[in-house]
């Protein structure tokens, strides 16, 4: 089983829905991460959280949302779906030192027609 | 404000051949971390290697190396012996040591290897 499971895989929806996409992981970490992927823009942070009480807002959050359920579990909404939102979601989580790597989930290909 | 720039959007390199992948770097803080992450066209996202501010020597992991300039603020990565696999996207990322912790991420060079 993979340490960090994103669901859905693929999802497509229509403007103005809205739409959560779910992120759980085994690796026993605080940390977790949502990032967005667009061609010629690489990877980009949307919401960060540090621990279930600690959440901060990315380089990119308007128009987003999100809820840490638990330690394993960090979920990404979008309120109001809009077409240019349309972008592979990375959820990805991290130990706490410097020289800890980003473990990433498999993304989430979201198409908002 | 951290960031990462990466300059070539796509390369080309002939299979067996060296390549290096640019990425600067622009910081305040002492302490950080640098990565470089592969993302083939399956989408997954690959760690390959890993520098500290602090390490006196170059990262090495098999076939990747990071040639780490500091006073340049640079951190190539260096694929030798290049093989059809290589051919993906690649990422370098930086993550602060101090303040938010956070990661971020240049915007890619596509690589492509030709046989």
């Known amino acids: 089983d993979a340490d960090v499971t994103q669901t859905p895989r693929n999802r497509i929806t229509k403007t103005g829905k809205r739409i959560m996409l779910e992120c759980s992981q085994t690796k026993g970490h605080d940390r977790m991460y949502w990032y967005r992927q667009d061609p010629g823009l690489g990877l980009r942070l949307i919401y960060y959280?540090?621990?279930?009480?600690?959440?901060n807002k990315g380089e990119i959050s308007d128009g987003y949302s999100v809820s840490r359920q638990a330690q394993a579990k960090f979920s990404l909404s979008l309120e109001s779906a809009i077409p240019n939102q349309t972008a592979l979601y990375f959820c990805?989580?991290?130990?706490?030192?410097?020289?800890?790597?980003?473990?990433f989930g498999s993304g989430t290909q979201l198409s908002v027609l | 404000a951290q960031k990462i720039t990466q300059t070539q959007p796509g390369m080309f390199v002939q299979e067996k051949e060296a390549v290096t992948l640019d990425c600067t770097y622009d910081t305040s803080d002492p302490s950080y971390g640098l990565f470089w992450y592969k993302q083939p066209s399956s989408g997954e996202m690959i760690f390959l290697i890993y520098?500290?501010?602090?390490?006196?020597q170059n990262a090495t992991e098999g076939r990747y190396s990071l040639n780490f300039q500091k006073a340049r603020k640079s951190a190539n990565l260096v694929i030798s012996a290049s093989q059809l696999g290589d051919s993906a996207m690649y990422f370098c990322a930086m993550r602060e040591g101090s303040g938010t912790y956070k990661y971020i991420f240049g915007t890619g060079t596509r690589l492509k290897v030709l046989a």
């Open positions: 990805a989580t991290s130990d706490a030192g410097l020289n800890e790597k980003l473990f």
């Open positions: 520098q500290g501010s602090y390490d006196q």
């Open positions: 959280s540090f621990d279930v009480k600690d959440i």
